[in-house]
């Protein structure tokens, strides 16, 4: 597989290029898939996937995408998507990678207090309450969508944040159940759908583990709350539980049977060792899915610096960079 090059910028909507070429074999579509096929071609171990997967023929025509940013943290509407981790950085700011960064209190740490007041009583779980997208209107987006010329759009269904903005089986933080009331995922994918779009779901739900500072003068370390800022201590170099694992897994088997995305996107973090054993086990699931559904479906995968899905088994996402030249 050649990789693909998806660039992205994270802001509000990200809009996502694409470019691929596949041999005289890749050129059977959905329509020679039987949706009556329900084989498990696809095991799970690299080899089988390795042999089996072949890059949509769709995904390489369809040259141009659109990736939305939305949640909660629009609330403070304050920095970006990462408001939720920042506004409890005190002493310092730690990386995606775990690296401490510039010493002192972050910029949104400073300004949430400011603004809202202390992150003891008034955490991130709070907003959730005054998020309302009383203005969403699935139908004008996706036609906005569909007249810049996207063939295909990818919201997040779950961002590091544990808030999921689906109706879901697996979590009570949820859009359905809080704040707006409304299966915004749903919402899109079936305006999306009727207007002729193909449609994925992005989950950065892995690093929800490690997004939180936790500090006994925050409310991140209630155990109350341990289901929206996860169940890890205080010890920052905790790997990941089993229990957690469990609930990524769930929390991905329900994205997957209940909308039946084409693209299933992953931010990083699912590339740490931690992940390791349900990588291909999910990979297999998931394409085996799309034999079951008579359609061509795909992974996108970001990593830093680890190999999460092997060549010639996803679409390799690269943000904000490029690939080396040799």
């Given at each position: 597989?050649?990789?693909?090059?998806?660039?992205?910028?994270?802001v509000?909507?990200?809009?996502?290029?694409?470019c691929?070429?596949?041999?005289?074999?890749?050129?059977?579509?959905?329509?020679?898939?039987?949706?009556?096929?329900?084989?498990?071609?696809?095991?799970?171990?690299w080899?089988?996937?390795?042999?089996?997967y072949?890059?949509?023929?769709?995904?390489?025509?369809?040259?141009?995408?659109?990736?939305?940013?939305?949640?909660?943290?629009?609330?403070?509407?304050?920095?970006?998507?990462?408001?939720?981790?920042?506004?409890?950085?005190?002493?310092?700011?730690?990386?995606?990678?775990?690296?401490?960064?510039?010493?002192?209190?972050?910029?949104?740490?400073?300004?949430?207090?400011?603004?809202?007041?202390?992150?003891?009583?008034?955490?991130?779980?709070?907003?959730?309450?005054?998020?309302?997208?009383?203005k969403?209107?699935?139908?004008?987006?996706?036609?906005?969508?569909?007249?810049?010329?996207?063939?295909?759009?990818?919201?997040?269904?779950d961002?590091?944040?544990?808030?999921?903005?689906?109706?879901?089986?697996?979590?009570?933080?949820?859009?359905?159940?809080?704040?707006?009331?409304?299966?915004?995922?749903?919402?899109?994918?079936?305006?999306?759908?009727?207007?002729?779009?193909?449609?994925?779901?992005?989950?950065?739900?892995a690093?929800?583990?490690?997004f939180?500072?936790?500090?006994?003068?925050?409310?991140?370390?209630?155990?109350?709350?341990?289901?929206?800022?996860?169940?890890?201590?205080?010890?920052?170099?905790?790997?990941?539980?089993?229990?957690?694992?469990?609930?990524?897994?769930?929390?991905?088997?329900?994205?997957?049977d209940?909308?039946?995305?084409?693209?299933?996107?992953?931010?990083?973090?699912?590339?740490?060792?931690?992940?390791?054993?349900?990588?291909?086990?999910?990979?297999?699931?998931?394409?085996n899915?799309?034999?079951?559904?008579?359609?061509?479906?795909?992974?996108n995968?970001?990593?830093?610096?680890?190999?999460?899905?092997?060549?010639?088994?996803?679409?390799?996402?690269?943000?904000?960079?490029k690939?080396?030249?040799?």
């Amino acid at each position: 597989m050649n990789f693909k090059h998806l660039a992205a910028l994270s802001v509000a909507i990200i809009c996502i290029a694409s470019c691929g070429s596949s041999d005289k074999k890749n050129q059977k579509d959905t329509a020679q898939l039987s949706a009556a096929d329900t084989t498990k071609v696809f095991q799970p171990n690299w080899e089988s996937i390795k042999k089996n997967y072949k890059d949509p023929k769709w995904f390489s025509d369809d040259k141009f995408g659109i990736f939305i940013h939305w949640g909660a943290y629009s609330v403070p509407a304050f920095g970006s998507e990462w408001y939720p981790r920042q506004m409890y950085m005190d002493t310092a700011t730690f990386s995606a990678t775990l690296k401490k960064g510039k010493k002192g209190p972050n910029a949104t740490y400073t300004h949430h207090k400011k603004t809202w007041g202390d992150q003891k009583e008034f955490g991130y779980k709070d907003f959730i309450p005054m998020f309302k997208a009383e203005k969403f209107d699935a139908k004008e987006w996706i036609t906005l969508f569909k007249k810049s010329g996207a063939r295909y759009v990818v919201p997040v269904a779950d961002h590091h944040d544990g808030f999921a903005m689906y109706k879901s089986n697996t979590t009570r933080w949820n859009s359905f159940d809080m704040g707006p009331k409304r299966d915004v995922l749903g919402e899109l994918f079936k305006e999306g759908k009727a207007q002729g779009l193909k449609m994925g779901a992005s989950s950065h739900f892995a690093f929800n583990w490690s997004f939180y500072n936790k500090k006994d003068k925050f409310d991140t370390v209630d155990p109350e709350y341990a289901d929206l800022y996860s169940s890890k201590g205080k010890d920052l170099t905790q790997p990941v539980s089993e229990e957690f694992k469990e609930r990524w897994w769930k929390r991905t088997i329900d994205l997957v049977d209940t909308y039946q995305p084409d693209i299933l996107y992953f931010d990083f973090y699912v590339d740490i060792e931690d992940f390791a054993d349900l990588r291909p086990k999910l990979a297999a699931y998931y394409y085996n899915k799309g034999r079951e559904w008579g359609k061509e479906v795909l992974i996108n995968d970001k990593n830093f610096g680890h190999e999460a899905f092997p060549e010639g088994t996803v679409i390799y996402d690269l943000e904000r960079g490029k690939l080396p030249d040799s």
